[in-house]
T-cell receptor
Framework: GENVEQHPSTLSVQEGDSAVIKCTYS??????FPWYKQELGKGPQLIID?????GEKKDQRIAVTLNKTAKHFSLHITETQPEDSAVYFC???????????FGAGTRLFVKA | DAGVTQSPTHLIKTRGQQVTLRCSPK?????VSWYQQALGQGPQFIFQ???????QRGNFPDRFSGHQFPNYSSELNVNALWLGDSALYLC?????????????FGSGTRLTVV
């Protein structure tokens, strides 16, 4: 069945450094790749997404890249801040209302 | 603009009992998806409702059922509760008609089965 693998499971960086989280997906028909941030006691929040017709997308300190051939996609956070500390989930789906499959999550710690 | 509202926020049930969880989607959204999130894991897809019908289902037994109402709100029902059903249940809304597939999640219902 469909699967999304996410690495690393835990990531600790110094404030100001960059953080990179990597994911792979198995369903070659996937064409929509969102990223979610989950803080303690809250539901996941959509922070950025990318569709398969583009290879990269940026929003301020956050960027996502997609390699459809290799079925890899990554989240890059630059100039990390303590408030970036949270659990991040990658996900994959097909547009048109199909289910979204989530990775297992990456717990990011940003040390001040 | 209210986001996704879930109720109750916490619930304690005994094995074998039944539970109903409720969700009101974000204004303008027509699709509701339910997820189960065990501690330290990613959300697992239970099912999705659109136009009052179950459109897709994940690998969950028939003990899990749901409903969507004409106002797009939704319920998740779980019968014959097991200890393993203890988890955070998340409701996510999106808009299939507007081709907006990113989810807006509620804060979840924390279910504990004892």
């Amino acid at each position: 069945g469909e699967n999304v693998e996410q690495h690393p499971s835990t990531l600790s960086v110094q404030e100001g450094d960059s953080a990179v989280i990597k994911c792979t997906y198995s369903d070659s028909a996937s064409n929509y790749f969102p990223w979610y941030k989950q803080e303690l006691g809250k539901g996941p929040q959509l922070i950025i997404d990318i569709r398969s017709n583009v290879g990269e997308k940026k929003d301020q300190r956050i960027a996502v890249t997609l390699n459809k051939t290799a079925k890899h996609f990554s989240l890059h956070i630059t100039e990390t801040q303590p408030e970036d500390s949270a659990v991040y989930f990658c996900a994959a789906s097909r547009t048109g209302g199909f289910k979204t499959i989530f990775g297992a999550g990456t717990r990011l710690f940003v040390k001040a | 603009d209210a986001g996704v509202t879930q109720s109750p926020t916490h619930l304690i049930k005994t094995r074998g009992q039944q539970v109903t969880l409720r969700c009101s989607p974000k204004s303008g959204h027509d699709t509701v998806s339910w997820y189960q999130q065990a501690l330290g894991q990613g959300p697992q897809f239970i099912f999705q409702y659109y136009e009052e019908e179950e459109r897709q289902r994940g690998n969950f037994p028939d003990r899990f059922s749901g409903h969507q109402f004409p106002n797009y709100s939704s319920e998740l029902n779980v019968n014959a509760l097991w200890l393993g059903d203890s988890a955070l249940y998340l409701c996510a809304s999106s808009s299939r008609s507007r081709e907006n597939y990113g989810y807006t999640f509620g804060s979840g219902t924390r279910l504990t089965v004892v």
